[in-house]
């Protein structure tokens, strides 16, 4: 009886969701993943809970209002982070994928009622990831330029001092760097070559919005205008080594810390282990005595 409702539960929520579709005018599944697919640069498949939530991320974004400064705000911070999203969507996004996860508070409220405290904690632990997901990423991608940085600006001073084709140096160096590095050269290179150079160095800064960056962006603009830059640069590629080395230094202070918190684990798994053989064996010789 129980397999027979169960397979009848299915099969009526699956003729309801179909219903739903037709009337909504959702778009088919292999349809949405290819739009997934293109709109996402990384190489991983998209899965069919995913163009759901998309599904109800675009159905839901049509009710979200932003103003002018937020929504350009969040535009900038997404094309930072190739995201191919509306900002409506990006937080719609986030709000669907908080609301399936505090969903399963109502199975919770029957079963186990204790934990529905944890499903609506995380709940909100969801939004908050998924709502910086792209700040996340800009910044992961703003340190992994920044520690490039020094190889960068060496790599300037001993070219300006054969040529002063920033272009060609720039074009030059983004075969050797760094993934986020090359990609963010790329971009650069190309808007170089279709439009002011000054423009497109000032595009490069403002996109990760890295104060290290600014100061090697500013060298470049001052040879644009034509400043011999080398010496600037030998000194602004030994500030970045400092930096760089202050940086080192700050990670490996932390390291102690980690290492003694597992220590400790250890330490107490030792005693744990001793104190039950000492019980073992008391519990044995009191056995034999009585």
Do not use: W
């Amino acid at each position: 009886m129980l397999t027979i409702f169960f397979i009848f539960s299915c099969l009526f929520s699956f003729g309801i969701y179909m219903i739903i579709a037709d009337i909504l005018k959702f778009p088919e599944i292999k349809a949405s993943r290819a739009i997934l697919s293109i709109s996402r640069r990384e190489k991983k498949k998209t899965h069919n809970f995913e163009v759901y939530i998309l599904r109800m991320s675009v159905k839901l974004s049509k009710m979200i209002k932003l103003n002018d400064y937020k929504r350009r705000k969040i535009i900038a911070t997404l094309k930072s982070a190739e995201i191919n999203l509306t900002p409506e969507t990006y937080i719609a996004k986030a709000y669907v994928k908080a609301g399936l996860v505090l969903l399963s508070i109502i199975p919770a409220l029957f079963i186990f009622p204790i934990i529905a405290p944890v499903t609506v904690f995380l709940s909100v632990a969801v939004y908050f990831k998924e709502i910086k997901t792209a700040e996340d990423k800009v910044k992961n991608k703003r340190e992994e330029i920044e520690y490039e940085l020094p190889r960068f600006a060496a790599t300037l001073t001993q070219e300006l001092k054969a040529s002063r084709d920033i272009l060609s140096i720039l074009e030059s160096y983004k075969q050797n760097a760094g993934a986020s590095m090359k990609r963010e050269l790329e971009i650069t290179v190309a808007d170089m070559k279709s439009g002011s150079f000054e423009g497109a160095l000032t595009r490069f800064e403002t996109r990760l919005g890295s104060s290290a960056l600014s100061e090697v962006v500013r060298g470049l603009i001052s040879v644009l205008r034509g400043d011999d830059g080398v010496v600037y640069f030998q000194m602004l590629a030994h500030d970045l080594k400092q930096l760089e080395l202050q940086r080192l230094k700050t990670i490996a202070a932390k390291q102690p810390a980690k290492i003694r918190k597992y220590s400790f684990a250890m330490l107490m798994c030792f005693v744990f282990m001793y104190l039950a053989v000492m019980g073992i064996q008391i519990m044995n010789t009191m056995g034999k005595l009585f």
